[in-house]
């Protein structure tokens, strides 16, 4: 109930202004990263889901799920390096400031409270919180169902 209520409220605050999409990379920064360095394990994060919408029966998509999550970095906290093949999200950061360092932008990507950013194809990107508190992050995304069993196999 508690969740419940900071997303309300997270999503109350975002709401009272026009949107603020982030995670664009700022104009003539664009380009190909390679990403040299990237974190390749998670640290200082934990990823709670909220709730799940198998959206076989929904929508005739077997073996994919809609979630709601929740992740809470601590300072120095990563998200290691991911894809989102086949996979979209929305990301709003609740509170705090995360880094983000994406395969199309030669520059680091801010997001700060209260803003949304959408992962779509194509994207490869890691995050991490360098600032000096926690980063609350709400992430809804299409999750492959059939490849995370495949993967917990392994």
């Known amino acids: ?3 419940t209520l900071a997303l309300i ?3 109350a605050v975002a709401g009272t202004a026009a949107p603020a999409f982030a995670g664009t990379c700022p104009a003539g920064k664009e380009g190909a990263n390679s990403l040299a360095g990237a974190a390749t394990m998670p640290s200082k994060v934990t990823d709670d889901v909220l ?3 198998d959206l076989g029966p ?3 998509v077997a073996g994919r799920s809609l979630r709601l999550r929740k992740l809470v970095l601590q300072p120095g906290g990563v998200v290691p390096m991911h894809s989102h093949g086949d996979r979209p999200a929305l990301i709003l950061t609740a509170s705090g400031t995360v880094t983000e360092y994406s395969s199309k932008c030669l ?3 801010v997001h700060r409270a209260g803003e949304v ?3 779509t194809n194509g994207v490869t990107h890691w995050w991490k919180n360098t600032g000096k508190t926690a980063a609350v992050l709400y992430s809804s995304d299409v999750h492959n169902d059939a490849m995370a069993m495949r993967n917990a196999m392994q």
């Open 117 to 119: 950013s959408t992962e």
């Open 1 to 3: 109930m508690k969740t």
């Open 51 to 53: 709730g799940t919408v």
């Open 9 to 11: 409220a997270a999503l």
């Open 58 to 60: 929904e929508i005739n």
């Open 107 to 109: 520059v680091p990507i």
